[in-house]
């Protein structure tokens, strides 16, 4: 007998796992039949990652095979159904209440054409019964309570139905002498709702009664003539049986209450996670696309949008990629990563044309949902691709920001050595200016002193952003403040109040505007301000704007410093805020840079916008501080 060589029961072995796989993969329910896809059919729903997006992708892999057809059922039933289940039961228990009465009543009609007759007490406790039952079935405030029912019957309820079923079937079955029909077996209707809609005491006297009336109904047949023995052990073992069955109800509805109960906490905890999920969605600065097969975008968050030309409150649920020329690029990305089974390298970067504006390049991530279980390694991409999108000015701007600091703290640490030997400099150069020297050596000697002024202030520019201990928040009236350092700055600089006031149009706010920062750090924001206006305005009148008024969204003060200057150029712009860059020969390139970290530190901003075509005043730098919290 040969022996398989170890490479052929390997393979054997692989293949038996890969069947016995093939198996359990048939016995589990699909993934679409979970809570959250019943939530899908009842509302309008969209992604709902809950921690990073792309983990929550493969939790939903894993854990959507293991839902059963049992809780969507479930889910879709609560989520569809109107009230608690015992609140249909017993709308239910009604409508048979409505039939039985009609049933009733139709059944001395045939069995008259039969040739049987019954007695008139009993065709009027028929009639009576029918017209009592359909009445509360079309009346509802006779049987239904308000939407809030309560979880048993009412002692209303209960007499309009249980009671008046008691009364009207134990009256027919005690009527009926000659048994010709079974009205015995109606009695189990009372016990099993008074097991299910009543406590478990009242339940079993209900039984009991029911018990009661069966041996009464013993006791009338002996009185006519017809008992037995038989007869006595059917009504006893009828009577255990309505115990029997009044525990059991009881049992089942307590189960069923409880169930529903958790069936819906948990549906209330997977809407309010789902809540939570668009919050996050909404808030989340890089756009998230839900893309089908067919190249339609199911879902998007307002970040996305806009980096799609969209109004982020638009509210149009579903769009193709079809429907803008713009978009021709992502669809074909799209269309290629369907194709390929994984986005393609090539597109990993994406130019979106913008509607009256410079196109914006993103960077894609993407990530497919996928059939099967996780052990599939063949499994083709599901119909389902989400993408992240990243705009690129946003990354390189967290880059730049990141070597900024870096910068920041080596300048700082570099700035506190040159401190002492700069001091020891300029000491020694003021002695030597005390002694009689030379012409020419004076000279040197007030150009050094010139210089080591230059280095100080250069110094003392990077000390005051290096990095220091938490900021005491001060509320200052940012109107009375802007005032009086520009009055200063108009005395520093040596302009006439005449001058400054031609060359300078002030427009501040007559009320009070009490904001978020220190008066220090806004008379350096705004004297650097000040002086780049100054330096590259004109020299006609109004040629500087400052404005101050109260911001538009919020508590806070918008400060806006316009000059009628050159416009900056695109390739200087993109650089105004960065240290040490100057357009200046002597100048330092740390203004603006001092600016944006001392705002940056009072939680405020500062931006260079250009002015609208046409507009006298092309440079405009726009501070935004934060409003002090109301006493």
């Not at 013993?218 to 037995?228: C, E, M, Y």
């Not at 100080?456 to 900021?471: E, F, Q, S, T, Y």
């Not at 006031?501 to 978020?516: F, H, N």
């Not at 944006?596 to 530190?601: I, Q, T």
Request: hydrophobic share 45%; proline share 5%; glycine share 6%.
């Amino acid at each position: 007998m040969s022996v398989a060589p170890p490479e052929r029961r390997q393979a054997d072995r692989r293949r038996n796992d890969r069947r016995s796989g093939d198996r359990r993969k048939a016995r589990r329910e699909p993934a679409e039949d979970s809570w959250f896809g019943a939530l899908a059919e009842a509302g309008n729903t969209t992604l709902q990652p809950d921690r990073d997006a792309e983990s929550w992708l493969n939790d939903a892999e894993a854990d959507g095979a293991s839902e059963s057809r049992f809780l969507a059922r479930e889910a879709r039933r609560i989520v569809s159904g109107e009230g608690t289940a015992l609140r249909r039961v017993f709308r239910a228990y009604v409508l048979a209440r409505a039939v039985l009465g009609a049933a009733l009543v139709l059944t001395p009609w045939v069995m008259t054409l039969m040739g049987a007759r019954l007695s008139l007490v009993m065709l009027v406790a028929c009639l009576a019964y029918a017209s009592q039952a359909i009445s509360l079935w079309l009346l509802p405030e006779r049987g239904r309570s308000s939407s809030a029912a309560p979880a048993r019957l009412a002692r209303r309820q209960w007499v309009w139905t249980i009671g008046v079923d008691l009364l009207a079937f134990s009256l027919l079955h005690l009527l009926d002498p000659a048994a010709q029909l079974n009205y015995a077996a109606l009695l189990v209707l009372p016990v099993l709702m008074a097991g299910v809609m009543t406590k478990r005491l009242a339940a079993l006297a209900t039984a009991a009664f029911v018990a009661l009336v069966l041996l009464a109904g013993v006791w009338r047949s002996a009185q006519l003539g017809s008992f037995s023995v038989a007869l006595l052990t059917q009504a006893g073992l009828a009577g255990i049986g309505a115990f029997v069955i009044s525990l059991l109800s009881a049992e089942l509805a307590q189960r069923l209450a409880r169930e529903e109960r958790a069936a819906r906490g948990s549906l209330e905890l997977a809407r309010q996670q789902a809540r939570l999920n668009r919050l996050v969605l909404d808030e989340m600065a890089d756009g998230v696309l839900v893309i089908d097969r067919r190249c339609r975008v199911r879902a998007a968050n307002p970040a996305a949008r806009s980096m799609l030309g969209l109004a982020a409150a638009d509210g149009t649920a579903t769009f193709a990629l079809q429907d803008e020329p713009a978009w021709q690029g992502l669809l074909a990305a799209v269309e290629q990563a369907y194709g390929l089974g994984h986005w393609p390298e090539q597109q990993r970067e994406l130019v979106l044309p913008q509607a009256g504006g410079p196109a914006r390049t993103v960077q894609v991530r993407a990530r497919f949902t996928r059939r099967g279980g996780l052990g599939d390694e063949a499994k083709p991409p599901e119909e389902i691709c989400v993408l992240f999108l990243e705009d690129v000015r946003s990354v390189q701007a967290r880059v730049r920001q990141e070597k900024l600091a870096a910068m920041g703290r080596v300048s700082a640490g570099i700035a506190h050595e040159i401190r002492n030997p700069l001091a020891a400099i300029a000491q020694a150069n003021a002695l030597m200016l005390e002694d009689a020297l030379p012409s020419t050596q004076r000279r040197l000697a007030r150009i050094v002193e010139d210089n080591v002024e230059r280095l100080k202030r250069i110094v003392d520019d990077v000390m005051a952003v290096a990095p220091g201990g938490p900021l005491q928040q001060q509320v200052i009236d940012a109107s009375t403040e802007v005032a009086r350092i520009c009055n200063e700055w108009r005395v520093t600089t040596g302009l006439s109040p005449e001058v400054a006031q031609q060359r300078i149009e002030l427009d501040l706010s007559p009320a009070p505007i009490p904001v978020l920062f220190d008066t220090e750090h806004l008379r350096r924001v705004l004297v650097n301000l000040l002086d780049n206006a100054r330096r590259h305005a004109s020299e006609t009148p109004g040629a500087v704007r400052l404005q101050l008024a109260p911001a538009a969204q919020g508590s806070g003060a918008l400060l806006t410093v316009a000059s009628d200057g050159p416009a900056i150029a695109p390739e200087v712009e993109r650089h105004l805020f960065e240290p040490f860059f100057s357009t200046r020969s002597r100048g330092t390139g740390l203004g603006l840079y001092i600016c944006r970290e001392l705002c940056e530190r009072h939680r405020a901003s500062i931006e260079y916008r250009p002015g609208a075509p046409g507009e006298r005043h092309c440079n405009v730098f726009r501070v935004l501080m934060r409003g002090a919290p109301a006493a």
